[in-house]
């Protein structure tokens, strides 16, 4: 899955050029759902489908189902949903793109790539010029989505609030400078095209087609 300043990256570009009511709630949605409080709850944060034998994918479609109603009017579901999406992008990107499967599996493969993730944040922020804005709801617990999954919001803010300050020095070996630009080159289209159809009230992408092999 992508890393938490992507998807925020990636929410503070589309809201450039399609605005919503609330881009402080749209912004914390586009994070939230890797705010689990333990590993095993990402399954659930990210509705994971496996019942496509020899597939899997995160599944917006019964997101939908779920909070579809709630997509029109509260723009933090909005930005939740746009993250699933994009995580199914980059599953397909990342193993197209870099040539391998990340398994979960295997501790020093995503001990790896979270390297990186930490090592691209600084370039991240400043290329972008992006600011932390995220607002903690006071009544985080009271959300329908809170419902999910055991969340720690506190402590994944706090996280958060460091990779805008963190400095990190290394090499990236999965995820360079070069691989998250051709990423943003190639799916930002499609993910503004997404949220402006949902925006509409249109049914957009279905999640089976975007499932990737189980490694």
Do not use: S
């Not at 994009?86 to 493969?109: H, L, S």
């Not at 691209?120 to 985080?140: K, M, Q, S, T």
């Not at 809170?146 to 958060?160: K, V, Y």
């Amino acid at each position: 899955m992508a890393q938490r300043t992507i998807h925020y990256l990636l929410g503070e570009l589309l809201l450039r050029e399609c605005p919503v009511r609330d881009r402080k709630r749209f912004l914390l949605g586009c994070i939230l759902p890797d705010a689990f409080a333990e590993r095993e709850h990402r399954a659930l944060t990210h509705f994971t489908n496996r019942t496509f034998p020899g597939y899997m994918y995160f599944d917006f479609d019964a997101y939908r189902e779920r909070f579809g109603a709630k997509m029109g009017k509260d723009d933090l579901y909005l930005g939740y949903y746009m993250h699933l999406v994009e995580d199914n992008f980059y599953r397909n990107f990342f193993r197209e793109r870099v040539g391998i499967a990340i398994d979960n599996q295997k501790p020093e493969q995503v001990q790896r790539l979270h390297l990186d993730y930490t090592l691209l944040n600084a370039y991240i922020v400043e290329r972008y010029e992006l600011r932390n804005e995220i607002e903690r709801p006071a009544d985080f617990e009271a959300e329908p989505l809170a419902a999910i999954a055991q969340f720690d919001l506190d402590g994944f803010l706090r996280a958060f609030e460091g990779d805008f300050a963190r400095q990190v020095t290394g090499k990236t070996r999965y995820l360079t400078e070069a691989v998250l630009e051709e990423f943003l080159a190639r799916y930002y289209e499609p993910c503004l095209q997404e949220l402006r159809t949902v925006q509409r009230g249109g049914r957009g992408l279905a999640a089976r087609d975007m499932a990737w092999t189980k490694p």
